[in-house]
């Protein structure tokens, strides 16, 4: 079960801080959930994605769709199908440089393990990515990017678990969508930013979709024009 009593944030205590505090409140809540619901929730938030991609799929066709190896606490979400007829090209990111905080995306399946390495990351987490002899995606080429998290809020803001990967990813590729992915008790009312974090698009989970300005300007043009504060 989930517990329910999220931590509060006030004026008091640096951003920093709050975000510590936050990090540690999902961490937890990641870390204790039960398998089945784990599997069951991350059931319903791919049919969620699988709505979102019938309702895109123009934007998405032959286009590469960049996304992540989830770890066993995440959403166990896949954006492949055992027939391998996506609309889309199917992409994943790859950390290049762990100090300089820097990942691309590579074209890869997780269907096919030959294109695949893994190693430990701080905290002991493993890491599965694609090698770096798989093919590298254009950046013209991304039409949408996956992005975990440990909390976001419906107004697009991100918690992530602050090594500063995805924002740099993001900021590399402003143009695609930004889709956030998580469980419906991820959602907190507002997380602290600060001026170098970048905001999510859309929010899938596994119970709805949240949506901002930049959703619609993607649906119009293939590709988010303007940044602006939301």
């Known amino acids: 079960m989930w517990a329910n009593n999220k931590p509060s944030l006030n004026e008091e205590g640096s951003i920093l801080t709050q975000k510590v505090r936050l990090r540690s409140h999902y961490q937890s809540l990641l870390s204790q959930q039960n398998f089945f619901d784990l599997i069951s929730k991350s059931h319903h938030l791919s049919e969620q994605f699988m709505q979102f991609k019938a309702d895109n799929l123009g934007i998405f066709r032959n286009r590469y769709i960049v996304s992540f190896y ?51 990351v701080k905290g002991g987490n493993r890491v599965f990515q694609p090698v770096a002899t798989q093919a590298l995606c254009p950046p013209e080429e991304i039409c949408a990017v996956l992005v ?18 995805y924002d740099r990813f993001l900021q590399r590729h402003p143009g695609a969508l930004r889709i956030g992915v998580a469980f419906q008790e991820q959602i907190a009312n507002s997380i602290p930013v600060d001026p170098w974090d970048e905001r999510i698009d859309i929010i899938l989970t596994n119970q709805r979709l949240y949506q901002t300005k930049s959703y619609g300007e993607w649906q119009k043009h293939g590709k988010v024009k303007d940044r602006s504060p939301l």
């Open 148 to 165: 975990p998290g440990l909390a976001f809020s419906p107004e697009g803001e991100r918690l992530g678990r602050g090594a500063g990967f």
């Open 70 to 120: 989830p770890f066993e606490t995440e959403p166990q979400i896949n954006i492949e199908s055992e027939s391998r007829d996506e609309p889309y090209r199917v992409a994943y990111v790859r950390i290049e440089d762990w100090k300089a905080g820097l990942m691309n995306a590579y074209e890869a399946r997780r269907d096919l393990p030959g294109q695949w390495e893994d190693f430990e």
